[in-house]
């Protein structure tokens, strides 16, 4: 039977010590998991060690940790492949530590009360009808089931919210988690609120624009969620479908960056800061007094760039245009000409998606 080396963060805060590691020595098939190797350590070696697991089999979502240095669940990580993972990194051993972002509880246990669900009900996680009830039930179609699904087959795991990386700079984004929660709401059809749940989170400054589009939830999640991708489709609602016009400049970027390329075919980089302070026009980032005290804000880091040598004076008021205009408008128009924008939903269709497959891709359009 292949032994492994299980390095282990412990941490009691009752005990009053600082936190530390601990080596324990496993003996399992390769193919056997992270979890069970730390509950055989728990079992035969160390009573005391703390990690929270029930359904053993990635259903639950009560195992996540970080396992070199990945969020990941205990559960369906293979202890064979962790240990390759380790030697890889020059590691002699399996590194677990608790998820990232949230408070300790005692050693591989975080406290999801306090960050996650603490989240997921700033988003008003349940559906708000309007008028009296149906006699009998909601009948949803089903090509707007198929748009929601797979945000509904979150588990609630919190390892997203672990591999943030905005939410390590801003502990008070709203977090991948509970945006992609929010999204299941926001695209169900039997919910009278979908407006006013993009517009809270538009103009929440740790709400949907937040998200720095790093793709870590995306490559994290074990359920295939996409949390990013959810963030995305809250942004292109709140812009493209009901115009909303934040303060934190969210509409105002989107549209700067897509008329600049339409424009230039490349990002003309100086003039992006001032549109989208200007909700995209330049013009008006220089005539509305709220953006021109928002410019007068980013002066200094203009003159640092200056001085650094990062911005160079011609560059920043000449931007040459791509060669071949035709090619960028023909994009666009090919685009424009759509009347509808699709939403193609992958956790569906799959990457090779045959003529069926591709029927159910056609259901999941977003009118």
Known sequence: MPAYTLKLRRYDPESGQSAYWQEFNVEL??????????????????????????????????????????????????????????????RDAIVVEPMGNMPVIKDLIVDMDAVHWKKVQRVVPWLLPEGDPP????????????????????????????????????????????????????????????????????????????????FACVEVCPKDVAPMN???????????????????????????????IERYGTLHESQLLPRSYGQGSLVRSQLDPHSVKQLITAFPTVVNGLKSGKVAPKAALWHNKLPDQSQVRRIYNEVHSHGERIELNMYIVGESGGEEEGAMAEGSQEA
């Open 29 to 90: 098939a390769p193919e056997r998991s992270v979890l069970d190797g730390i509950l055989q350590a728990r079992n035969d070696q160390d009573g005391s060690i703390g990690i929270r697991c029930s359904c053993q089999a990635a259903i639950c979502g009560s195992c996540g940790v970080r396992i070199n240095g990945k969020s990941r669940l205990a559960c369906n990580t293979k202890i064979g492949e962790a240990a390759e993972r380790a030697e890889k990194m020059g």
């Open 230 to 260: 959810q963030i995305m489709r809250l942004r292109r609602r709140a812009t493209g479908d009901y115009g909303i016009k934040d303060d934190n400049n969210g509409y105002g970027h989107e549209k700067a960056f897509v008329d600049l």
């Open 135 to 214: 006699e009998r039930e909601y009948i949803v179609p089903a090509e707007s089931m198929i748009d929601i699904t797979q945000s509904m087959a979150c588990i609630h795991c919190g390892v997203c919210v672990s591999a943030c990386l905005s939410m390590e700079v801003d502990p008070e984004f709203v977090g991948p988690a509970a945006l992609a929660k929010a999204y299941r709401f926001v695209g169900d059809p039997r919910d009278a609120h979908e407006e006013e749940r993009l517009r809270d989170l538009a103009e929440d400054e740790h709400g949907i624009y937040d998200c720095t589009h790093c």
